[in-house]
């Protein structure tokens, strides 16, 4: 599973993992996507394409999308059933299999590039980097991208205390099990971030937080305090107490290459 952070509970862990197919429906609506550019710097070792591109741990479809605007070819792997009932609605150009990142249902040497979208941190990596070498071509990149709320940007650095969620921290990307680990089979990892916005409301920007495992989790009292003190704060604040705003994120994308042997 990579290192585990400090406080790390694994049967916390495990129905964090599990709970996101009740809210299948809600993560495609909310969750933001990803911008092609930083999509395109994760593939570029790869060559200029069309790639044939693995989306790992794919979701609903937010990271198979951007891939397949740009051309590319894309098989997208998904764990959870209602996750991949959405994935297919939202991209049918994608071909969506059931599977994971420790059993992929793909031959060896199938694909270009592996990308995972928001989920390494599920992975035991242990098993699934191996496993991911085992079906990534020799030169292709294996990349990562994870949507952080910019806390360079002062409410935002504000909401970041009112709210439970981890993903709200911009250095979300670089903590224990949430990049890729070292291993032989693979290159040393370099790292751009790309600016990104959402559009919300106050009332959206609430929903997609309550697709963060953090908050599915927590028993209905819980919940409903967390979204109520989000909602008292975004009111309070001009950026956001009046109708649609922008919310800044940064893209961060981690990359490596599957080495030669």
């Given at each position: 599973?990579?290192?585990?952070?400090?406080?790390?509970?694994?049967?916390?862990?495990?129905?964090?993992a599990a709970a996101f197919g009740a809210a299948a429906a809600e993560?495609?609506?909310?969750?933001?996507?990803?911008?092609?550019?930083?999509?395109?710097?994760?593939?570029?070792?790869?060559?200029?394409?069309?790639?044939?591109?693995?989306?790992?741990?794919?979701?609903?479809?937010?990271?198979?999308?951007?891939?397949?605007?740009?051309?590319?070819?894309?098989?997208?792997?998904?764990?959870?059933?209602?996750?991949?009932?959405?994935?297919?609605?939202?991209?049918?150009?994608?071909?969506?299999?059931?599977?994971?990142?420790?059993?992929?249902?793909?031959?060896?040497?199938?694909?270009?590039?592996?990308?995972?979208?928001?989920?390494?941190?599920?992975?035991?990596?242990?098993?699934?980097?191996?496993?991911?070498?085992?079906?990534?071509?020799?030169?292709?990149?294996?990349?990562?991208?994870?949507?952080?709320?910019?806390?360079?940007?002062?409410?935002?650095?504000?909401?970041?205390?009112?709210?439970?969620?981890?993903?709200?921290?911009?250095?979300?990307?670089?903590?224990?099990?949430?990049?890729?680990?070292?291993?032989?089979?693979?290159?040393?990892?370099?790292?751009?971030?790309?600016?990104?916005?959402?559009?919300?409301?106050?009332?959206?920007?609430?929903?997609?937080?309550?697709?963060?495992?953090?908050?599915?989790v927590m028993e209905p009292a819980e919940r409903e305090a967390a979204?109520?003190?989000?909602?008292?704060?975004?009111?309070?604040?001009?950026?956001?107490c009046a109708g649609a705003f922008d919310l800044p994120l940064l893209?961060?994308?981690?990359?490596?290459?599957?080495?030669?042997?």
């Amino acid at each position: 599973m990579g290192t585990p952070h400090t406080g790390y509970d694994p049967d916390l862990h495990a129905r964090r993992a599990a709970a996101f197919g009740a809210a299948a429906a809600e993560y495609a609506e909310h969750r933001p996507d990803y911008p092609a550019d930083a999509a395109a710097w994760a593939l570029e070792p790869a060559g200029p394409g069309p790639l044939h591109v693995l989306d790992l741990a794919a979701g609903t479809g937010k990271l198979s999308r951007p891939l397949v605007a740009l051309g590319h070819r894309v098989t997208a792997v998904e764990p959870d059933e209602a996750m991949l009932a959405e994935l297919r609605r939202h991209v049918p150009e994608a071909t969506a299999l059931a599977g994971s990142a420790e059993r992929i249902p793909l031959p060896d040497a199938s694909v270009d590039a592996v990308v995972v979208g928001q989920a390494i941190h599920w992975f035991d990596q242990a098993v699934a980097l191996p496993e991911i070498a085992r079906v990534l071509r020799p030169g292709g990149p294996l990349a990562t991208l994870s949507n952080a709320e910019d806390e360079g940007v002062e409410w935002v650095a504000g909401l970041a205390k009112v709210s439970p969620t981890q993903a709200s921290f911009t250095d979300w990307a670089n903590r224990p099990g949430r990049r890729i680990e070292p291993h032989p089979a693979f290159s040393a990892t370099e790292n751009a971030d790309f600016p990104h916005a959402q559009r919300r409301t106050a009332e959206s920007l609430i929903a997609t937080v309550a697709t963060h495992s953090h908050i599915l989790v927590m028993e209905p009292a819980e919940r409903e305090a967390a979204k109520e003190r989000i909602r008292a704060y975004l009111r309070s604040r001009p950026e956001t107490c009046a109708g649609a705003f922008d919310l800044p994120l940064l893209t961060r994308v981690q990359r490596c290459v599957r080495a030669a042997g």
